[in-house]
Nanobody, 125 residues
Framework: QVQLVESGGGSVQVGGSLRLSCSPS????????MAWFRQVPGQEREGVAG???????TYKTSVNGRFTISRDNHKNTVDLQMNSLKPEDTGMYYC???????????????????GGQGTQVTVSS
């Protein structure tokens, strides 16, 4: 059974940084697409960043240049480094895995497995 556990959220001021970490169990992060999504109450979950099985990263336009997704195959973790945070980055962040080498489109959420709890990120001005 695959479980995805997120950690690293918190509250920061505008311009601050946070690093999120995803620690899967029952799944090796190497070779499959791993991704981060976020959700704000009342809105649909949206893809923020993904990394394909071959290591190619993709980003939501609004976070490109500020966020970096990375994978550590030895530790079996996937991290999201978030810099220059903005209030609109606020939300619950979820780790996700797609059982494919390439990443499905972020709007195709049914093709992803999500972590259960998520981790809250709050950016205040």
């Amino acid at each position: 059974q695959v479980q995805l556990v997120e950690s690293g959220g918190g509250s920061v001021q505008v311009g601050g940084s946070l690093r999120l970490s995803c620690s899967p169990s029952g799944l090796a992060v190497s070779g499959v697409c791993m991704a981060w999504f976020r959700q704000v109450p009342g809105q649909e979950r949206e893809g923020v960043a993904g990394i394909s099985g071959d290591g190619t990263p993709t980003y939501k336009t609004s976070v490109n240049g500020r966020f970096t997704i990375s994978r550590d195959n030895h530790k079996n973790t996937v991290d999201l480094q978030m810099n220059s945070l903005k209030p609109e980055d606020t939300g619950m962040y979820y780790c996700a895995a797609a059982m494919t080498r390439g990443c499905p489109p972020p709007q195709a959420t049914s093709q992803y497995r999500f972590g259960g709890q998520g981790t809250q990120v709050t950016v205040s001005s």
